[in-house]
């Protein structure tokens, strides 16, 4: 190719490049956002972010094919993006439907507030609506805007490809699931696509024909190999590692709905501003039931950990579970409950103790008969609606207090504690039982005891003193302090009847529901449940009766009782209209106390743990952010490490630097530097258009020249004298510009994309 030709199609080669580059940046932003839709659902925002991103790259590449400063650019881009989030959000208040207005402006608090709204409320995958929508779409906008000047103006497109990758991992770590390998071979593509133009671009521009080819295949060739070691990392060595778990954090659906936590860790879900329902009960019963999903017999001294055990199939119709074997004087009611779920997504099904059978369930569904409870391992109890037949018993006080704890058929874990239980848990348990007569009285008394006025309920007083867990130094704290929510007051109340000898558990559900209307034609009572009603208690096993639930958490519910029998002709009959049955701790008459005071103790009706219950939405908007800031401040923080390391040299007397660095300060304050402009000419033009004395520059021009054509090396004369010349240039020129000139050289350094002068390079070359 001769020099005219190279020179006739160069600028349609960089007009190629520039295209490539764009396209690549959009590729990248529809790769990064695959895994968003697993927390955001796809919909109409998704158009409208994709059309704006469109649109910006569009922009930008028309104002560099013009030939117009980077910085016309990035300031054409964030025109049309104003312009199109005024479009699509806020034509009604702008001129010609797009231009935006101070009422227009005036509406984007509203909106922002409407996002926060649905990010505490909404359910993943969020169905966007406007607020949310806006937000999103304007995030895609600046994400391009960043990019399009981090790839495109700057050439740093490795930069950018760490903040896709950071972009598309946000999803991953609001909500733990296995690796997206489509989404991340996609992402990949497009990362090693933007490396190759540009180094494809820089070798044509830098390197002498006859290397030109070489250097391609070798960037090729590298290419391909790191593309092959991302398909095997992402493809083999991913999935072999640990998956993270299912995360069941209950709460209040700020962000993602609520799930159940069978971990205990309950607290900071329980302290969220907002509650939303979950399920809705009716029951032929008397009341409405406590809904059981996990029992946590294992206990190390630090965890208590869910049940596991042999599991059957649920049918769909007939029973999964056989009735509880009780002794033949106790009464048995049988009753029938139905549950239709809403927002709560967990593999754990809320029924009510004890369930015989459960029917109309969708999907595949396991039974675990050691703690008759349902679970999934792959569907969800959202939108299930599901009945539940159980087959109550109802002992009398007289036939509870007769019968002993434990029995044959219990293992040793419900009894097992570990060897260094503190000396307070096994005392006090000790000292507030001393009286008690029966095993049932004691639990009465300890029942008692814990919610006395000694105890108060408190979502925020185990955070304060630092014992927000179910461990056993928690407990012993929790004892001292007497403040705690209902996992202190489940967890202290089974350590307690364990240290007594008594077999126990720790269950994990939800409290009776609000009464909220009657179903006439079956005659039973309709109740509402919230997600603030998910709730601990532990159980305690009687022979002959089964697990019996108690309710020490103070000033929350009705506590276990059990009236006195009044023979009717049928054993174990009652006279009590209000006799609470074993399955239900506290859910006696529907005007119980339910936890509806926002600012009393009530007001989280089931709290427990130390884990932060994580809101994807406003993750996923945060750490956009974080990462659009970090993108922004890259630049900047580039171009100062550079003008550190060019200082260091300048003051060992490198002449070369010296020049470097005017030069470079020069492109930064917008003086045009073109690489074929001698430094004679460059010299003489800063002192006649730019002010600079003609000795300070002449100082730094002469030791230049004499690297250059010297055979001793790039250090010439004084280095303190030189240090001080370049300073003066620096000082003259930054005078004589505008401060707004000034501080864009510090935001937006155009030197980043700047090729040192060939002359320079081979001075390096020189003296290595």
């Given at each position: ?13 960089r ?13 990248g ?11 955001i ?11 704006a ?6 922009s ?29 959000f ?24 409407a ?18 929508a ?35 991992l946000?999803p991953t ?6 690796v ?19 180094v ?43 998956q ?8 209040t ?5 609520t ?15 907002r509650?939303?329902d ?8 008397p ?23 042999d ?50 369930l ?8 050691s703690?008759?409870?349902?679970v ?32 044959d ?24 039982t ?35 867990g179910a ?5 012993a704290?929790?004892l ?6 209902c ?27 609000t ?14 449940v919230?997600?603030?009603q ?6 305690v ?15 929350l ?19 009590a ?15 119980a ?14 709290g427990?743990?130390?884990a ?8 996923l908007?945060?750490?956009?952010g ?14 100062a ?13 490198d002449?070369?630097a ?22 004679r ?9 730019h ?15 004499h ?9 010439s004369?004084d280095?303190?004298v030189?240090?001080?010349?370049v ?42």
């Open positions: 190719m001769s020099v005219r030709e190279a020179g006739t199609s160069a600028p349609v080669r007009r190629r490049d520039l295209a490539l580059l764009s396209l690549g940046v959009f590729a932003i529809v790769a990064a956002l695959l895994p968003v839709f697993s927390v659902a796809p919909g109409s925002w998704t158009a409208g972010a994709l059309v991103a469109a649109a910006v790259l569009a930008g590449l028309a104002v560099r094919f013009s030939r117009l400063p980077a910085l016309a650019a990035t300031v054409v881009e964030l025109i049309v993006g104003v312009l199109l989030l005024t479009a699509l806020g034509r009604g208040t702008a001129v010609l439907g797009v231009i935006p207005t101070p009422a227009t402006i005036a509406s984007v608090p509203t909106l922002y507030a996002a926060s709204e649905e990010i505490r409320l909404g359910v993943a995958p969020v169905e966007p609506a406007t607020g949310l806006f937000v999103l779409v304007a995030a895609i906008a600046g994400l391009a805007i960043v990019l399009d000047h981090v790839v495109l103006t700057a050439r740093m497109p490795l930069l950018g490809g760490v903040g896709l990758v950071a972009v598309s946000i770590i609001a909500i733990p699931a296995a997206d390998v489509p989404a991340v071979l996609v992402l990949a593509a497009t990362v090693l696509f933007l490396l190759r133009v540009d494809r671009s820089r070798t044509r521009s830098t390197a002498p024909p006859r290397s030109r080819s070489t250097r391609a295949q070798g960037a090729s060739a590298t290419a391909l190999g790191i593309a092959a070691v991302a398909v095997v990392v992402t493809l083999v060595a991913v999935p072999l590692l640990p993270p778990g299912l995360r069941f954090a209950s709460g659906g700020a962000g993602f709905g799930t159940i936590n069978p971990t205990l860790e309950l607290g900071n879900d329980l302290r969220q501003p509650e939303i979950v399920l809705t009960v009716t029951t032929t019963g009341s409405a039931p406590y809904l059981r999903a996990v029992t946590l017999s294992q206990f190390d001294g630090a965890v208590w950990q869910p049940d596991t055990g599991s059957v199939t649920v049918p769909d119709d007939g029973p999964v579970f056989d009735p509880v074997p009780v002794d033949g004087d106790i009464a048995l009611a049988d009753w029938t409950t139905n549950v239709t779920v809403g927002e709560l997504d967990s593999p754990w099904l809320p029924v009510p103790y004890p369930a015989s059978a459960v029917t109309g969708e999907g595949e569904w396991l039974g675990l008969p703690n008759r409870t349902i999934s391992r792959s569907g969800s109890s959202r939108n299930q609606d599901y009945q539940a037949e159980a087959i109550v018993p109802r002992p009398t006080l007289e036939q509870i207090r007769s019968r002993p704890v434990g029995g058929e219990l293992g040793d874990a419900v009894r097992a504690l570990p060897a260094d239980v503190p000396a307070i848990i096994g005392e006090t348990a000790r000292s507030v001393a009286d008690a007569q029966s095993p049932y009285d004691a639990l009465v008394a300890l029942q008692s005891w814990f919610r006395s006025s000694q105890f108060r309920y408190s979502l925020d007083a185990p955070v304060d003193a630092g014992f927000d461990g056993m130094d928690a407990v704290q929790f001292q302090e007497r403040t705690g929510y996992v202190h007051f489940a967890s202290a109340f089974a350590v307690m009847a364990r240290t007594l000898d008594m077999p126990s558990r720790i269950v994990v559900g939800y409290l009776p529901g009464r909220s209307g009657s179903v006439e034609q079956t005659g039973t009572t309709e109740f509402t919230t997600s603030s998910l709730h601990a208690w532990p159980e096993y009687f022979r002959g009766i089964g697990w019996v639930p108690f309710e020490p958490t103070n000033s519910g009705v506590p276990t009782t059990f009236a006195p029998g009044a023979t009717t002709g049928a054993p174990g009959a009652t006279t209209p209000d006799q609470q049955d074993a399955a239900t701790p506290g859910a006696a008459a529907t005007d106390p339910q936890l509806g005071d926002q600012d009393g103790p009530g007001a989280a009706a089931t427990s743990g130390a932060d219950a994580q809101n994807p939405v406003g993750v908007l945060t750490l956009g974080v990462v659009l800031l970090l993108l922004l401040a890259a630049p900047a923080t580039l171009a490490r550079r003008r550190r390391s060019r200082a260091r040299l300048i003051r060992a007397g002449a070369v010296a020049w470097a660095e005017i030069r470079a300060y020069a492109v930064d304050l917008g003086i045009p530097a073109p690489d074929a402009e001698s430094p000419a460059f010299a003489a033009r800063l002192v006649e258009v002010g600079v004395d003609a000795d300070d520059i002449g100082l730094v021009r002469d030791a230049l020249e690297a250059i054509y010297a055979e001793d090396d790039a250090r004369g280095a303190t030189l240090a001080a010349a300073d003066r240039v620096r000082a003259r020129l930054r005078t004589a510009t505008s401060a707004v000139r000034r501080a864009l050289a510090v935001m937006l350094p155009r030197s980043l994309t700047m090729r040192e002068q060939p002359a320079t390079v081979e001075v390096r070359e020189r003296v290595g």
